[in-house]
């Protein structure tokens, strides 16, 4: 028992019925989308499947005295669309996924050329989208999810931070040629760069967070700086200080 996302649907309940439509079984779903049919006679049953915010499905099985499988995708009625954009600019081929409020995946989609997507298939209730795309910070967004009413979410993507600076030498010019390298909090390193003529430099496609700015031309000397998405902050890097 999955969603079209591919995540199990818990809570659901199967109902056996015979050929004469009477009720033979019924059954809960576990909490990961199994279920379980025991001690059922040779011959065909329907099940029939429910659970809340889906919409119910049905299937045939044949009993013939060895085990079976009968797997259901559920989808509910709700439908979210919109459009992904990055400063107001449309973001082609973004990746959007829905989730619940437990973090169970509804669905996948990919936005079109022009930045837009459509979901079908949601479940009633609260969800969450989240879009991302590569060369931008992801984003997510509430949505409350209802089968007699679309709903239209724009999704926006925040442009990573970035840092950038001028190494200077101690007796005054710039230094040329230097590896400037940035490390996050937990002392990765994240994004590195070589100064130009000018000795600058230029680190991008950084997450919003604190880092160190090193470089060792001479003596190594770092300096922390702060980088928040869709800003250009500064840091510069003098030897001898």
Not at 211 to 236: C, I, Q
């Amino acid at each position: 028992m999955h969603t079209r996302g591919g995540s199990g649907v818990g809570g659901a309940i199967i109902t056996v019925t015979g050929p004469d439509g009477s009720q033979v079984d019924r059954v809960p779903v576990d909490t990961e989308g199994h279920y379980e049919l025991n001690d059922l006679r040779n011959g065909t049953y329907t099940l029939i499947v429910t659970a809340p915010g889906y919409r119910p499905a049905a299937g045939t099985v044949a009993i013939t005295g060895t085990p079976g499988e009968q797997d259901f995708e559920l989808a509910g009625g709700g439908q979210v669309s919109g459009i992904v954009r990055s400063d107001g600019i449309p973001v082609p081929l973004a990746a959007i996924l829905a989730s619940d409020v437990d973090g169970q995946i509804l669905a996948q989609v990919a936005a079109d050329e022009a930045g837009r997507y459509r979901i079908d298939g949601l479940p009633d209730g609260d969800a969450v989208l989240t879009a991302s795309a590569p060369g931008y910070e992801p984003t997510a967004e509430p949505v409350g999810v209802s089968a007699t009413r679309p709903s239209t979410v724009d999704l926006d993507l925040p442009v990573p931070a970035a840092v950038h600076g001028v190494v200077t030498a101690p007796d005054g010019p710039v230094v040329a040629g230097a590896t400037v390298t940035a490390l996050d909090g937990d002392g990765r390193v994240v994004a590195s760069a070589v100064t130009g003529p000018d000795g600058s430099y230029r680190l991008t496609g950084l997450p919003s967070g604190d880092y160190t700015v090193v470089t060792s031309v001479y003596e190594p000397v770092a300096v922390r700086v702060s980088a928040r998405a869709g800003e250009l902050a500064t840091a510069d890097v003098v030897f001898g200080r």
